[in-house]
């Protein structure tokens, strides 16, 4: 079992920036893949940003992909993401999810584990 906890949230202002971290526990090895999606009210989720455990399978949505960056520690434990110029379209609930599946589509239902998300709410 997968325990992952987010943090990092907030509200910003358009322009504005915010960092989100999610640290991973309760498994001896950290899953193949870990990845940031996020659900705005009445939305279904979407696949914002994933990365495999080697670092070397990086997927970002193309709305986000010139402003954040996906990026985990040395000891693979907390993956970050780092949101720069927000605009209002990134308000939405961001949760952290891990599973065996890096590739591309990188969908929801193929990541077993899920934080309790945490809230990012962009002002114009």
């Known amino acids: 079992q997968v325990q992952l906890v987010e943090s990092g949230g907030g509200s910003v202002q358009a322009g504005g920036s915010l960092s989100l971290s999610c640290t991973g526990s309760?498994?001896?090895?950290?899953?193949?893949?870990m990845a940031w999606f996020r659900q705005a009210p009445g939305k279904e989720p979407e696949a914002v940003a994933s990365?495999?455990?080697?670092?070397?399978?990086?997927y970002a949505s193309a709305s986000v992909k010139a402003r954040f960056t996906i990026y985990q520690d040395n000891a693979k434990t907390t993956l970050y993401l780092l949101m720069i110029n927000l605009k209002p379209e990134d308000t939405a609930t961001y949760y952290c999810?891990?599973?065996?599946?890096?590739?591309?589509?990188?969908?929801?239902?193929?990541?077993?584990?899920w934080g309790q998300g945490t809230q990012v709410t962009v002002s114009p």
């Open positions: 999810a891990a599973g065996s599946w890096c590739e591309y589509p990188i969908e929801a239902t193929k990541f077993p584990y």
């Open positions: 990365m495999d455990r080697p670092g070397t399978k990086m």
């Open positions: 309760g498994n001896t090895v950290r899953p193949n893949c």
